[in-house]
């Protein structure tokens, strides 16, 4: 069973950036591709970005491609979200979830990722 920590979230303002940082354990990490998805209160959980396993393809929200990079280092079982000029509606718990299968069309489907981690709330104060 593979166990996911996020960390990296907090309070920022707008138009700053942060870094979210996702530890895995229990399992082989280079054997998944990755996402991240988030959710903001009130809403559902929604796709974010995504990761194949070797890093080579990544995968991103409309809303977020240009201000957010996905990346992976396969050596330290981590992968990580880069947010740069962050708005107030960016504000969400953040989760990374290990993918149960792959593709242009099902990396976006929660349903398609497996094991998920606790979250992080990230907040950007306007």
């Known amino acids: 069973q593979v166990q996911l920590v996020e960390s990296g979230g907090g309070l920022v303002q707008a138009g700053g950036s942060l870094r979210l940082s996702c530890a895995a354990s229990g399992g082989t990490f280079s054997n998944y591709a990755m996402g991240w998805f988030r959710q903001a209160p009130g809403k559902e959980r929604e796709f974010v970005a995504a990761i194949s396993w070797t890093g080579g393809t990544t995968i991103y929200e409309d809303s977020v491609k240009d201000r957010f990079t996905i990346s992976r280092d396969n050596a330290k079982n981590a992968v990580y979200l880069q947010m740069n000029s962050l708005k107030p509606e960016d504000t969400a718990v953040y989760y990374c979830?290990?993918?149960?299968?792959w593709g242009l069309g099902v990396a976006r489907m929660r349903e398609s990722y497996g094991y998920w981690g606790q979250g992080t709330q990230v907040t950007v104060s306007s």
């Open positions: 979830a290990t993918a149960r299968r």
